[in-house]
């Protein structure tokens, strides 16, 4: 197809009637688009406002929390190190990090960068999160993916994983002698004037112009939770405009070209937009066509042949982002939004694509993701022990000696139960946070989790032993993969 910068143009009317009427729709505050076609700037637009029950309106500089988009911005950087040879995509991440361990000896001395960037070390989906959300900082986090058992073997299987594509970066960064938020600055960010760019939090923080994080409750968008991602900064730490990720959007479709300059090495960011592993088999091997994920992109082909390369954001705690490129047409889209995901940056996404490539828009894309986020939305726990317990008859607890004392479990560090006011504590993770326990029956009670995978009360079951007392404690969020036993530490002497 003859894709024109002119014809790009023709369709925004239309996209702008339906980003607005996304808006209306969903309830969503503030959105914000770029779009880039043939080297050009085409389309910088905000839309909506930066924070529900406040006047001020999104811009093309408002500053936006990316999520998971900041993956491919992070393969971008390890490119610019790869194009300057000081790493190579097939570098051991020990030889950069010699202290990394995973819970197999043979993958800690095998794995290698290109591994952990297209998730296929082993590690299991999400690896690492849960400390994330217990509030173990960055080098905690990446020291404990020891004790997760792996769920599939080394390079066989994709499993999501922000902290192994983590620590990719900062072996990187390691290998180049700097800090990951310097390189990303130094090596990126300038080149490209993106002058509100950052791997740092606190550069969000401390922008005027910045977009609020929202989640519904009570059928309204809030501006409820912050959402503090330096743990997991190459995989998730990025924040951006559209008008900075503009420059960065014609340096994926112009070989790493940006103004005339070569600022990141063809090849090396070629590699990253190749597949290295599927991601998403085909459910009919005869009929569907599979997904596959690159080096911080995801890759697909659409019915008509052409790549598609692309990346969605998303914080439950109420950000919601995605990037799309047609690379052949040298045409690509990112839309940044200020709410939790239920598919309305990937509708719009779809729409814009539809608009283009067909003349209209074919379908209700929104009315299509919305079930799939939904879905997603959902805890992987909370129903089997909490849900289905009838609500009576309820026994009692055990006086309140049986369970009280100190825990430990090696992946999830220490646990401390504590009576206060005459009701129970949970104390837990590296700050120790402290949450209520709620009575449900005999020896189990819930709480309530805080952080980007809580979900809804969890269980948390006492396991006591003849003496009387709790021998082991099972923490149900913590237990998806088996590991959330917590067993009593001895006093003392």
């Avoid at 080098?139 to 004790?147: I, N, Q, S, T, Y």
């Avoid at 998730?236 to 300059?261: C, I, M, N, P």
């Avoid at 283009?356 to 939904?374: T, Y």
Wanted: aromatic residues 8%; proline residues 6%.
């Amino acid at each position: 197809m003859d894709i024109t910068p002119q014809g790009v143009k023709g369709v925004l009317p239309e996209l702008d009637r339906l980003v607005e009427h996304t808006l209306k729709q969903t309830g969503v505050p503030g959105m914000a688009v770029a779009i880039v076609c043939k080297d050009q700037v085409i389309h910088l637009k905000g839309y909506g406002i930066r924070e529900s029950g406040k006047s001020a309106r999104v811009d093309a500089d408002t500053v936006f929390q990316l999520a998971s988009l900041s993956k491919p911005i992070a393969s971008t950087v390890l490119a610019f190190l790869v194009g300057k040879e000081l790493i190579h995509w097939d570098d051991r991440v020990i030889d950069h990090d010699p202290g990394f361990r995973l819970a197999d000896p043979f993958v800690t001395r095998e794995v290698t960068l290109r591994d952990l960037l297209c998730h296929r070390s082993g590690l299991p989906d999400h690896a690492g999160d849960l400390l994330e959300d217990l509030g173990y900082e960055r080098a905690e986090v990446l020291r404990r993916l020891r004790f997760e058992k792996p769920e599939s073997r080394f390079r066989t299987h994709f499993a999501y994983t922000n902290f192994g594509y983590t620590e990719a970066g900062l072996a990187g960064a390691r290998a180049a002698g700097t800090a990951w938020e310097d390189l990303a600055a130094d090596k990126l960010f300038r080149p490209l004037g993106m002058k509100s760019s950052s791997f740092r939090f606190a550069d969000y923080a401390a922008a005027e112009n910045r977009a609020s994080l929202h989640v519904r409750a009570g059928g309204q968008w809030v501006a409820r939770y912050t959402r503090q991602p330096d743990a997991q900064s190459p995989a998730g730490g990025a924040s951006s405009t559209v008008r900075d990720l503009s420059h960065w959007l014609r340096l994926q479709l112009g070989g790493g070209k940006f103004a005339g300059e070569q600022v990141v090495a063809a090849n090396a960011l070629a590699e990253t937009h190749r597949p290295q592993i599927i991601s998403h088999p085909p459910e009919d091997p005869t009929t569907d066509r599979a997904g596959f994920y690159c080096l911080g992109w995801n890759v697909n082909y659409d019915a008509d042949g052409r790549v598609r390369l692309g990346h969605s954001g998303a914080f439950d705690l109420g950000a919601a982002t995605t990037v799309s490129l047609l690379p052949a047409e040298s045409l690509g889209i990112v839309v940044l939004t200020n709410a939790a995901p239920i598919g309305v940056p990937e509708a719009v996404c779809a729409s814009f694509f539809d608009l283009v490539l067909k003349g209209k828009i074919e379908k209700d894309w929104l009315a299509m993701f919305q079930p799939i986020f939904a879905s997603l939305a959902k805890p992987a726990y909370g129903t089997a022990t909490v849900d289905s317990m009838p609500p009576a008859p309820k026994l009692p607890p055990l006086p309140s000696v049986a369970y009280l004392g100190s825990y430990r479990n090696d992946n999830f560090g220490d646990l401390e139960v504590r009576e206060q006011d005459g009701s129970l504590r949970l104390s837990i993770g590296q700050t120790m946070n402290t949450f209520a326990l709620r009575h449900r029956d005999r020896d189990v009670f819930t709480y309530q989790p805080e952080g980007e995978m809580a979900g809804g009360p969890s269980a948390v079951t006492f396991w006591v032993v003849p003496d009387r007392k709790a021998a082991r404690v099972v923490i149900e969020n913590l237990d998806i993969r088996g590991q959330g036993t917590f067993t009593r530490q001895p006093k003392p002497e």
